[in-house]
């Protein structure tokens, strides 16, 4: 455990929820209209993904998610010692991440968001976004292929698909639940969010162990 690999995930994640959270509340001033606020989230959000796990990915493996870190954990690709630190920064980061929009904004740093988020649509939307993010970085390590282009296309993607908007991650969820703005969600519908992930992300790691395994010769 390095301290240049902390702190890239607390990093990563502060400045991806800053971008979420920031577009969102920028969003939301210049435009009325919640389709079009929301394609600006997205876009925000697709883009910074893919610039933090380009720029950090070959420090710490650019997780910024606690149950990214979990799936990696539980294939043994890191250590227990090492995901418990990469959560608590993760989340830790994304808390403060928060912090620096409503600032930037002029907003009350400290704030509790209101908007609800709940019920049977919302958990399985969360369960599927997390289940296919982790396919999206197990499919594209597997493929060879770009992960910071594939993770960032899938989540412009799920922000659409998604009945929830796709927060597919714990550290953001608990980050957003401190802004009352375009990007919050009530504290009080956070649990079922962080259930859903946890449930999404086993059941994503659970097929991607069985369909990305080498073919035999």
Known sequence: ???????????????????????????????????????????ATAAALFMLITCLGPVSGAHFNPVVTLCFALRGQISPALAVGYALLQIGGGISGTWAAHAMFDLPVWQI????????????????????????????????????ATVACYIAAAYWFTASTSFANPAVTL???LSDSFAGISPASVPGFLLAQVVGALVGLALARWLFQPEPK
């Open 113 to 148: 968001a209101s908007t609800t988020r709940t019920g049977p649509g919302q958990w399985m939307a969360e369960a599927i976004a997390t289940f296919g993010l982790i396919l999206a970085i197990f499919g594209a390590i597997h493929a060879r292929a770009n992960v910071a």
């Open 175 to 177: 980050a957003r639940a």
């Open 1 to 43: 455990m390095s301290a240049r690999t902390l702190t890239a995930e607390a990093l990563g994640t502060g400045l991806l929820v800053a971008a979420v959270v920031g577009s969102g509340i920028m969003a939301d001033r210049l435009t009325g209209d919640v389709a079009l606020a929301l394609l600006a989230n997205t876009a």
